[in-house]
């Protein structure tokens, strides 16, 4: 009699199983809550960021571009060539920098990593807890 109080049953045993489940399911929802918040607000302060600087650069370089252009036709090129080739220099400095802006997003991803691999983890615990818990 004292053997079948120390051996819990097949069904105690498979309900603290899913109660574990659900509090991991809660644990690893609650994670996913929390880094998708934080990916989306590092996304947010970057986007501002970059706006403020897109906007600025943009008002910097149209006042550069004419002092070059200036530049040229006060050095004897005609208006027209100044413009093309400062047009052109830019637009491959636009290009190259777009190269980089790509490159600098390769390893970046929304897939909550973190958490992927807390579920991975809990269902292996959860395997494992099944095989030794139920003999």
């Not at 050095?75 to 802006?101: C, H, I």
Request: proline share 1%.
């Amino acid at each position: 009699m004292a053997d079948d109080r120390a051996q819990p049953s097949l069904l105690t045993v498979a309900g603290l199983a899913g109660e574990q489940a659900a509090t991991l399911l809660h644990l690893d929802a609650r994670l996913l809550e929390l880094e998708m918040k934080e990916k989306a607000g590092a996304l947010a302060r970057s986007g501002a960021w970059g706006l403020a600087a897109i906007a600025l650069a943009g008002m910097g370089t149209f006042v550069v571009v004419l002092g070059l252009v200036g530049v040229l036709v006060a050095l004897g090129m005609a208006l027209f060539a100044a413009a093309f080739v400062v047009g052109a220099v830019l637009f491959a400095v636009g290009a190259l920098s777009a190269l980089r802006a790509r490159s600098a997003l390769v390893g970046w991803s929304v897939v909550p990593r973190r958490t992927v691999e807390q579920v991975r983890q809990d269902a292996a615990a959860i395997r494992e807890g099944f095989r030794n818990g139920i003999r």
